[in-house]
Every structure is written in C-alpha cells, then in structure tokens.
C-alpha cells in the first residue's frame, strides 16, 4: 500500500506539485497502478514456457506474384492521370 508521504515524495522528486485535494485520489490511483504492476511481476514468475505451444508451424500462406490492373485503366479514376502518375496538389 502506497502512503500519501510517498505520493508527495515521488511529486517532489518529478517536480510535480499535487493539490491537497487530489492527494487522496492519487494515492488511491497510484496503488492500483502498483497493484497491476505486482500482478504482472507475479505472473511473469510464474510462467512458462509458451514458445509454440499449439505445435502450429509457419500459418501464414505464401507470397504470391499475380499480375496488377493495367496502369491506364487504375489512371481513369483519376481522369487520366498525369504522365502515368496520380496528380498530388503542393500544400501551401
């Protein structure tokens, strides 16, 4: 459990300055945040390994080359096109 004097300790340490009235929200919110903290520690101990744990090998499929649209018929969206490349305004 985090006490408020260790929430001031850490503002002071960050430059922060906490209002007295926000002191008890922190504080609860700050032991929450090491609350989870502490969980995901105790996990990580406890894990194992789970490195292909299904025993899937590679189940992505392969690249595949297979042929695009024709350039003038992608350029017509675009009312032609410009030299065989879409037409881009300059920002000002």
Known sequence: MITKEEVLDIALLSKLYVPEEQLDALTKDMDSILAFADSINAAGAQAEEYENAEGL???????????????QEILQNVGG???GYFPVRKRK
């Open 57 to 71: 090998s590679n189940v992505f499929r392969e690249d595949e080359v297979v042929p695009s649209y024709p350039v």
């Open 81 to 83: 096109g410009e030299n």
